[in-house]
C-alpha cells in the first residue's frame, strides 16, 4: 500500500501534483483549509504523461521532483533524472532533457547519498536553490549552476523543528507551497505543513503532524494506493 512518493508545485496557482506509484493526481489545495479539490482524478502516469511511456517514471513511478521555472519541472526515478516541460490538465509534456543518470544531470551529487536516487525534494525561496532528501540526510543545490549550495547534513541538523518526528529519519515527498516560505512534507500516512528559513534554523511546523486523509478530505477515497 503507497501513499504520496512524490510531488511539485504546479505553474497554476494552488495547485499541486501528487505521484503514488505508477499514478498521478492533481489538486488544488487551500493551506489551513479543508476544502481541496481533485482536478485530475487518479490515472496512469503513462496516461496524463504519455512522453513517459516506456521509462522508469511511468513505471515503476517517480521518487522524487521539484518545479523550477514557468511549467518547468525536475522528476527522478531510482537513479535517472529528467528534465520537463509539462501542461496541467493536457497531455502535451515534453522531455527538455534526459532521462539521464542524477549523476550526469548533476555531477555534483556524484559519489553522494544521492546519487542512486532522491526521496523527495522543494524549492527555497532563493533565487534557483532547492532543498533534497534522501533517508535521513539534505541539501540544497542550485539547479541551474547544478551546485551545491553549502554541506550534506542530517535533516535535524537543518531543521532541528523536525528533531523527534517520523521526519527525523526521511521524507517521502515534499513541495513548496504557494505560500512563501511554506512546504509540505510527507512520510507513510503522514504530513505536516511548516515555515522553512533558508541559511537559519528557527523553521516553525504550521500544522500538527496527522494523517494525510484528515487535512486533504479530497484524497480519502485516493488513499492508500494498492
Same mark, same amino acid.
Given at each position: 500500500?503507497?501513499?504520496?512518493?512524490?510531488?511539485? #508545485?504546479?505553474?497554476?496557482?494552488?495547485?499541486?501534483?501528487?505521484?503514488?506509484? !505508477?499514478? @498521478?493526481?492533481?489538486?488544488?489545495? %487551500?493551506?489551513?483549509?479543508? &476544502? !481541496?479539490?481533485?482536478? %485530475?482524478?487518479?490515472?496512469?502516469? /503513462?496516461?496524463?504523461?504519455?512522453? *513517459?511511456?516506456?521509462? +522508469?517514471?511511468?513505471?515503476?513511478?517517480?521518487?522524487?521532483? *521539484?518545479?523550477?521555472?514557468? /511549467?518547468?519541472?525536475?522528476?527522478?526515478?531510482?537513479?535517472? /533524472?529528467?528534465?520537463?516541460?509539462?501542461?496541467?490538465?493536457?497531455?502535451?509534456?515534453?522531455?527538455?532533457?534526459?532521462?539521464?543518470?542524477?549523476?550526469?544531470?548533476?555531477?555534483?551529487? $556524484?559519489?553522494?547519498?544521492?546519487?542512486?536516487?532522491? &526521496?523527495?525534494?522543494?524549492?527555497?525561496?532563493? =533565487?534557483?536553490?532547492?532543498?533534497?532528501? $534522501?533517508?535521513?540526510?539534505?541539501?540544497?543545490?542550485? @539547479? &541551474?549552476?547544478?551546485?551545491?549550495?553549502?554541506?550534506?547534513?542530517?535533516?535535524?541538523?537543518?531543521?532541528?523543528?523536525?528533531?523527534? %518526528?517520523? *521526519?527525523?529519519?526521511?521524507? !517521502?515527498?515534499?513541495?513548496?507551497?504557494?505560500?512563501?516560505?511554506?512546504?509540505?512534507? *510527507?512520510?507513510?500516512?503522514? @504530513?505536516? #505543513?511548516?515555515?522553512?528559513?533558508?541559511?537559519?534554523?528557527?523553521?516553525?511546523?504550521?500544522? !500538527?503532524? $496527522?494523517?494525510?486523509?484528515? =487535512?486533504?478530505?479530497?484524497?480519502?477515497?485516493?488513499?492508500? +494506493?494498492?
Amino acid at each position: 500500500m503507497a501513499y504520496i512518493n512524490a510531488a511539485f #508545485r504546479s505553474s497554476k496557482d494552488y495547485e499541486v501534483y501528487f505521484f503514488i506509484k !505508477d499514478k @498521478y493526481v492533481r489538486v488544488q489545495y %487551500t493551506p489551513g483549509k479543508l &476544502d !481541496d479539490k481533485i482536478l %485530475t482524478s487518479l490515472r496512469l502516469i /503513462s496516461t496524463g504523461f504519455p512522453v *513517459f511511456k516506456g521509462t +522508469v517514471f511511468a513505471e515503476p513511478g517517480i521518487d522524487g521532483s *521539484f518545479d523550477t521555472e514557468g /511549467s518547468e519541472a525536475y522528476v527522478f526515478s531510482t537513479n535517472q /533524472s529528467a528534465y520537463i516541460e509539462y501542461t496541467p490538465g493536457a497531455t502535451n509534456d515534453k522531455i527538455l532533457s534526459g532521462p539521464a543518470t542524477i549523476a550526469e544531470t548533476f555531477p555534483v551529487l $556524484k559519489n553522494t547519498v544521492f546519487e542512486d536516487g532522491i &526521496d523527495s525534494a522543494f524549492r527555497s525561496t532563493i =533565487g534557483k536553490e532547492v532543498y533534497i532528501f $534522501k533517508d535521513n540526510q539534505y541539501t540544497r543545490i542550485d @539547479y &541551474d549552476s547544478k551546485q551545491l549550495v553549502g554541506t550534506i547534513r542530517k535533516i535535524t541538523d537543518g531543521f532541528p523543528v523536525l528533531k523527534d %518526528t517520523i *521526519f527525523e529519519s526521511g521524507i !517521502d515527498a515534499s513541495f513548496a507551497s504557494h505560500e512563501e516560505s511554506e512546504a509540505y512534507l *510527507f512520510k507513510g500516512d503522514q @504530513y505536516v #505543513r511548516i515555515k522553512f528559513t533558508p541559511n537559519a534554523t528557527n523553521d516553525v511546523l504550521l500544522s !500538527d503532524i $496527522k494523517p494525510i486523509v484528515d =487535512g486533504w478530505p479530497c484524497l480519502k477515497d485516493i488513499l492508500p +494506493v494498492s
